[in-house]
Structures are given as C-alpha cells and as structure tokens.
C-alpha cells in the first residue's frame, strides 16, 4: 500500500487548536508542557470484529429479543439499579463488576450509535469508525479521528501523548502531522539483542539506540516512504527515551520511582496477552509523568462471533468486565477522576441468529465508563434503544444517534468543544460527564 | 530520486522473490535480464515435506505448524523458482487463513500444499479450491453454514477479499445469496461424530466434503443471475463479474509493482486476466507494465518483517559464498522451539505480530504503515538473532559501506546512513545497523 500525500489536507489542520477557547502557553501546539489541557486521560478499548451489544446490554421488555435468540438470547441478564436503568435493560451475566460499578453511578450506557448506510464489512466499517468520516470516504491512509486531534495539539512533540496497547498501530491514532506510540507490552520498546552483538543492552556503550536514531536526517522528506521510515525511526528512538523514563519494567528505568502497589498487584494476576494485561499497563502510563492524552488498545479478542457464541462472547465479555476492574484497581484513587475509559467496535451484530452465532450488523451500544470519584462519569443510559421491530432490510438495527457523538463526548472529556476539524461536524455530545 | 541500474536490478529480484540474494543480483545486467532471471520456472518445484496426520482434534498442538514455517522460509531462502515464492507469499496473504482460529497445524499444512500446487496456475481453479478448502471451511465457518442456518462469514469475505472487492458493486442480497450456496460443506475431523459416516461418503481424514441435506438448494439471485447455484455454480457466477479479475488483478499489481494501479490499467490488466485467469500470464502483463520499473516503484513499499529475515539471512554470508552460507533457515526457524516455548526466529516473528499461518485477520498481514510502528521497528532488532554468529567480515574488517549494503541488496544509500555506517568500527554492530537502516526497511 502507497502511503499517500501526507500533508495535503494535513497542513489545513497544522496550525489550528481546538482546545480550550483560550489556550494558555501549556496547551499550545509547540508548547513545552504537553500532558493534556485538563490533566484528563480518554482511554478507549476496541472490540474488534464487532461486539455483539444486544447480549451485552440486554433489553428486558421486548418480547422480539428472545423470538431473534432463541438459543442465544441472555436468559438471566445480571439486573442493574431501576433509577438509573429504567427497569429496560440487564447486563450479561459475565459482567457483575461492570454492573456493581453501573449500580454505584459510574457507568453510561450508550444506546443506537451507527450511521448511514451501514457498511457491513470489517475492514468498510473500520474505516469510517477509525477516520470518523460517516458513511462516505472513510478509507486507508487517511488521518484517524484521534490522529486528527493529534495533528491540531501535540504534532510531534509528545511521542507519548498518544500510546496504542496492542499488535499494531491503530490506524484511529495515524495522524498527518503528528505521532503515537504503540508498544505491545511492559518492556519499553526494548528489543533482544543476539547475542554475538555482545551489547548488554541498547543503551550500553556508545549507545546502539543512539546510532540508530542517527538515521534520521535532520531534514526530512516526507513525500517519500524512505523519509517517512527516516523519521519513524527518530520518533521511535525518542518514545523509548521517554518510556524508559516511566515504565517500571523498562530496561533502564529509575527505579526510584517504584511502580504503584495497585499496578503491581494487578500486574501479577494478569501476565498474559489479554485486556486485562493491556489496561493495567495502560493504569501505569496514566499515572506515571508520560500522563497521556489519549491511551488506545486494541487487539483484545475476536468478537467476529459468527459461529460457536455460546461459549466465545461470554468469556470475551468476562475478559473486558476483568480488565475494566483491573484498570481501576490499578489506579490511585485520586486518579480515578481524571480518567475515562470508552469501547468502541466497527458494528454490533445481527439480531435473528444464525444457529450457532451471529452475522454483522449496524448499530450498537457502548460504554463510558468512569473511575469512583465523583469528577468522572455520570451513570445511566444515554441515546435510544434501537427497536427489534422495525429491522432494515437485512434484518439489522436501525441506529437513532451518530456514532460521532460518541466521540464527541470523548472529545470533550479533552477539553475539545468544537469537534468538526476532527470529526467533520459539530457532533453534540451525550451529558455523560458531572 | 534517481535510481541506479544495480538498484533498478536489485528492486525487480526483490518484488519478483521473497528475498534478493546478493550473488544472484550481481549476476545480472539489466533489470529485463533480472525479469527473465525472477519469472523463470523451468527448476523442479520444491516439495512439501508430510506431517502425519492428527487422529483428533486435540493431538496437535499450534506450535507443531514450526517445521511447516522453517520449510518455507527456507524456500524463500533458497528456491530458484523466485516468482513461485512471491506469489504463495501472496496468495496465503489473500486468502488469509489463521492458525489461531482453525487450531489444527495439519489443515494449515495442507492447504500450503494447495496453495503452492496453484500459485503459479489458474486463479479460478486457486479459487474453487480455497473454498472447499479444510481450514478454510473451518476457518470462516463454512462447517457450520447450513440451510435455515445460513453463515455469511465466508460469503462475505469472499465477495469483499478474495474476488470482486469491497465497492466491486454487490450488495448485502448477494452476500446473503453466495453463502446459501456455498452451504452444505463439511470437514470430517477424525474422532468426531459422524466422522466414521463421512470416511464411508467418501471424505479422507481432515478431508471436506459436500453433504447435500445441509446445502440450501432453492433458487438464488447472485448478481443479477438465477439459478439454484452450488458452491462451484456461485463461483462461477463471481468469476464471471467484471470486478473480480479487476480487483484481483489490481491487488497484484499493488503487490508486485508497489502502487496504485489507475482504473484503466486494472480494467486492462483484469480483464486480460478474465480471459484464461493465467496467474503467470497476469504476472507478465504487470511486470510489462513501464511503471514496475519506474523510479516511483522502487522502495515505494514497507519491507515486511518476513522478507527482512530472509534479507538478513542472506546477508549474513560474504558475497560468493552461497545463499545458506551464514544460515540456513529450514534449520534455524525450525530449532525456534523449546519445550513449549518458541524461541529465536519464531519468537522475533511473534513479537512483531507476523508469523506465517497466523495472519492477524481475514484481510490478511498489515503493511505499509502499519509496520512502522514503534513496536514493530525496534523489533526488527530482534530478527537478527537469526544469524547464530557474528556475520562474516571480509579480510579489510569493517566493510565498505557500499559492499556491506550491496548484501542487503541496497545500492543507493543516502548521505544519513553512508555517515552512520562509515562511523561505526565494530563490524557486528555495522552489520546490525545496516540491517536497521531505513534503505532496508523499505523495498
């Protein structure tokens, strides 16, 4: 795949800020403090495959749910607070920490999120979910929605002011003037070294992390792949400078600054790849003085529940509830209010079940969930309900609210209140947040 | 951006193979010469070792796919027949198949065997036998895809992968009418029920086969046409839409020549392609094409973390000495195994998230930017543990830094890396940073 003009569109975004109205020297594009305008982390989860939201949050008065399942339908979803459920929906019996946290107020459930025309393809809807572009000319090399916002804040100041957990970079986080990190795991962009190199570590000697970053020019050109490559190896060598400075498993941390007894102890239950393991390791960098803005995982499971449900989506949806509970508990207390965590996923899944699972489908629910301060989230259901009756021709939910809006309110937990350079639109967001 | 001869040479071995050997780069004059070199198959195909069959579902375990993986690096290290491993590279990508999901090492075994058998033939016979295929079937459910219990996942990542193209103009109604007709398939998994029933109706062990009271036979409408297609008939149909051999032959043409082929040389080159679906005929028009060989092609592409291992495995030896003289990947990638743990090659290929049979989804592996992450660039690192010694140095010591380069099949070399390579004394470490350059990283 061609990379594309990277700048074109780009340098319309370059210079704007849309932060705060009046941007103090702290929350200016090249200003030397970065961490985010209000101190807030947005840490989004993606279910990739798409997350089957109908058994995740269940309705309870719809007769239609169980005539579409019957073999699937949740028979004894996990009943939540009336006052704030409205008695209408119950939560999948593999989530009771997700819906103790609903039941003490810290919990939105958002309902009927989608768009036009729904693409029933993975890879089409991805597109428009991860540049935000409803519908219409959502595709690769494009700018992602978070790229976007990245462009017009931090550019390429901060390679830690966006971090991706997962396999790979999301395509959500590529921005045309700016840079995310991604790292798979705890260990800080360290690499293993053969052994005839006889380098204790990168950073011995006269440093190899130092000759490498060498290759990067001190001008650029970025029209071509080789000076994208030039670059992205600069950036990388600087995000692993800056990582070693943070992470508690990194190589040459400083280990006077100890990790968290709640990361530690979350650490030691969750050592797998799972998203327990990615959350906990993104409780870290909320913490530590990386202090990012935005901390994005993906690659946590394959929702894609087309065969074999049953047993698949329960033990997925007990891996997110896990990995929600060990987020929190990873993080100080005093932290809880400065951040929240969001799930996103390309479409929910059809509502008549196909024998052993379920096919694509269109609009879905998904969750802002906040820590149990009282600074973050205000719980309850937000949006519509799509309804189980009135199906589009391919038998799929119809949604009642942009997916964007989604966005938008995780938007404005950064301080954005004008959301159409990112997202095309001004998008209202849902009053999720006291 | 002028590109040299050596260069121009070294781009069309490297998007004609899964690797350049610097010894056969050097051999040849011109990049037509380095063409004829790349498409000639006139060498006797390699052959597949067999790995017994599993009695069960459970006797095999993922990590048993090593030796499968070490074979074929080492074909990619070593074949002659270099357009042969580009295009079963390709295909595996396009019909992406993962062991993660089908579990069985066998199946994933087997269908390579299919894939090499076809790579370099027909596309519509490559076609018809990746959706009977075992892990196929398993892999996009085509095992549980019944009448009234109709599974879209194969029909729709058929459609949308393998033929016509997201955007190739069927709808939500098509995808609906191929899955009916490719209902009806199974495989027999030995120990299983049934599996007794479908030995005497003619399925092997780990074989598929076609069970007609699972199959919807009622009439469909597929892209505009009637019939009460099958699994073969609705192949047909799709083959026969103009979409697919343009989708098919753009794709390649991205592949091998690293851009965007414009509407009207897809439609050309697809519909060429349509008249016979000769992959090595559909090869030869792209390869004809000015632009393969145009300065906008070469290292217009993101060098996958599989085609560095077999770069630095080439590399590793001193010109002359033969392409498995520093290492021999059929050996190497096949001791990356430990107890339970895979180590070594295996283990750099995990980390970076790019083992063979283990595509990350249906669209296949990442690329372009998307291995340019940080995670996957400082793993690259990894990849030379590959190398079990120190590289060979010539008798000077520090290489030249055109000569250590010209082992990674790179030839133009900017200002940035001649003066990082220059400076460096030790020869591993010069060698490991050349292995690191940007140059290397792109192909």
Redesign the interface.
């Known amino acids: ?3 594309g003009t990277a700048s074109a569109v780009g340098a319309a975004y370059g210079l704007s800020v849309w932060g705060p109205a009046e941007p103090s020297a702290a929350t200016t594009r090249h200003g030397s403090n970065v961490a985010s305008a209000r101190g807030k982390t947005l840490v989004i989860v993606e279910l ?2 798409g997350n089957d939201g109908l058994n995740t949050v269940v309705p309870l008065n719809d007769n239609r749910y169980h005539d579409l399942r019957p073999t699937l339908g949740v028979t004894e979803p996990i009943l939540l607070d009336t006052k704030l459920s409205g008695d209408e929906v119950g939560l999948h019996p593999s989530l009771p920490k997700l819906a103790a946290r609903f039941d003490r107020g810290n919990v939105a459930i958002v309902e009927g999120l989608g768009y036009d025309d729904a693409d ?5 809807s991805f597109a428009i979910w991860w540049s935000a572009l409803g519908g219409a000319g959502g595709g ?1 090399g494009g700018a992602g929605w978070l790229g976007a916002y990245l462009d017009g804040t931090v550019g390429f100041d901060d ?1 830690l002011a966006a971090i ?1 957990i997962g ?3 999301s ?1 959500a986080l ?1 921005g045309r003037e700016s840079f995310a ?4 795991n705890d260990n800080g ?6 052994s ?4 204790s570590s ?1 950073e011995a000697g006269e440093s ?1 992390a130092q ?2 970053s ?4 001190s001008q650029v050109d970025e029209s ?3 000076g ?3 670059r ?2 600069g ?2 060598v600087k ?2 400078t800056n990582l070693a400075k943070v992470l508690s498993s990194a190589a040459e941390s400083d280990t006077t600054r100890p990790t968290t007894a709640g990361v530690q102890a979350q650490r030691a239950r969750y050592q797998d790849a799972s998203v327990a393991y990615s959350l906990v390791l993104a409780a870290e960098l909320v913490q530590s003085s990386a202090k990012p803005r935005i901390v994005y995982v993906n ?1 946590v499971g ?1 929702f ?1 529940t ?2 074999g449900q049953s047993a698949r989506h329960p033990a997925l949806l007990q891996q997110l509830d896990d990995g929600i509970q060990a987020f929190f508990d990873a993080l100080p207390a005093a932290q809880h209010d400065d951040v929240v965590l969001m799930t996103v996923s390309e479409f929910g899944r059809r509502p008549a079940e ?4 379920t ?2 489908g269109t609009a879905n629910v998904h969750l802002i969930v906040g820590g149990d301060g009282d600074g973050g989230v205000r719980g309850g259901r937000y949006g519509e309900p799509p309804s189980l009756t009135s199906l589009d ?2 038998g799929n939910l119809v949604h009642s609210a942009d997916f964007r809006r989604l966005y938008a309110t995780g938007l404005q937990w950064l301080g954005v209140d004008q959301t159409s350079p990112i997202l095309g639109d001004d998008f209202e967001a849902f009053p999720v947040f006291h | 951006m002028s590109v040299s001869t050596r260069e121009r040479i070294s781009h069309v071995v490297r998007r004609l193979s899964m690797g350049a050997h610097p010894d056969l780069v050097a051999a040849l004059e011109s990049p037509d010469a380095a063409i004829a070199r790349a498409l000639d198959l006139s060498a006797a195909a390699p052959v597949l070792p067999s790995m017994v069959p599993p009695s069960s579902y459970d006797e095999q375990q993922p990590i048993d796919i090593v030796p499968t993986i070490a074979w074929w690096l080492g074909q990619m290290q070593t074949s002659p027949r270099l357009i042969e491993e580009r295009l079963v590279w390709f295909w595996h990508d396009h019909f992406a198949t993962s062991l993660a999901k089908v579990r069985v090492p066998y199946l994933l075994h087997q269908q390579h065997a299919t894939v090499r058998a076809l790579a370099t033939g027909s596309f519509a016979d490559l076609l018809h036998a990746m959706a009977k295929d075992p892990a196929m079937l398993g892999y996009l459910d085509g095992v549980t895809n019944q009448v009234e219990n109709v599974n879209e996942n194969f029909g729709r990542e058929c459609l949308e992968l393998f033929t016509m193209g997201i955007g190739g103009g069927y709808t939500q109604d098509d995808v609906v009418a191929a899955s009916r007709a490719c209902s009806g398939w199974v495989v027999n998994v030995p120990g299983r029920r049934f599996s007794a029933r479908l030995t005497e109706l003619g399925a092997g062990p780990w074989g598929s086969i076609f069970i007609p009271f699972r199959h919807d036979d009622g009439e469909k409408e597929l892209l505009g046409q009637r019939g009460a297609f099958d699994l073969d008939g609705a192949l047909d149909v799709i083959l026969e839409h103009p979409s697919t051999a343009r989708y098919v032959a753009g794709k390649l043409y991205r592949e091998l020549v690293g851009l965007e082929a414009d509407d009207q040389t897809a439609k050309r080159l697809g519909d060429d392609f349509a008249r016979d679906w000769s992959i090595m005929g559909l090869v030869e028009s792209t390869v004809a094409e000015p632009a393969f060989t145009s300065n906008a092609a070469v290292r217009s592409k993101v060098r996958t973390p599989v085609e560095k291992l077999v770069g630095i495995a080439h590399a590793g030896a001193l010109p002359g000495e033969g392409s498995t003289a520093a290492v021999d990947l059929r050996v190497v990638a096949g001791r990356s195994r430990a107890g339970d743990q895979v180590v070594g090659v295996g283990e750099a290929l995990r980390t970076i998230g790019f083992i063979p049979f283990v595509p990350p989804n249906v669209s296949g592996f990442p690329e372009g930017t998307l291995l340019l992450g940080p995670h996957q660039l400082v793993h690259t690192f990894d990849l030379l543990q590959v190398l079990p010694t120190a590289p060979a140095v010539g008798p000077g010591g520090v290489e030249d830094v055109d000569a250590l380069m010209a082992r990674f099949g790179v030839f133009d070399i900017t200002k940035s890396t001649r003066r990082v390579l220059e400076r460096e004394r030790d020869p591993g470490r010069q060698f490991t940073l050349a292995a690191m350059s940007p140059e290397f990283a792109v192909t």
């Open positions: 795949m061609g990379l990739g495959g029933l393809s993975h890879f089409g690769a390679p991706g396999p790979g970079p395509p590529r990190t991604t790292i798979a962009l360290q690499p293993r070294l053969p005839w190199l006889q380098v990168f190899l000759e490498w060498d290759f990067t020019p071509t792949l080789l994208q490559v030039q992205a190896i950036l990388t995000a692993r690659g394959d894609d087309h065969e196909n024998g052993s699972g096919d694509h021709r391919a």
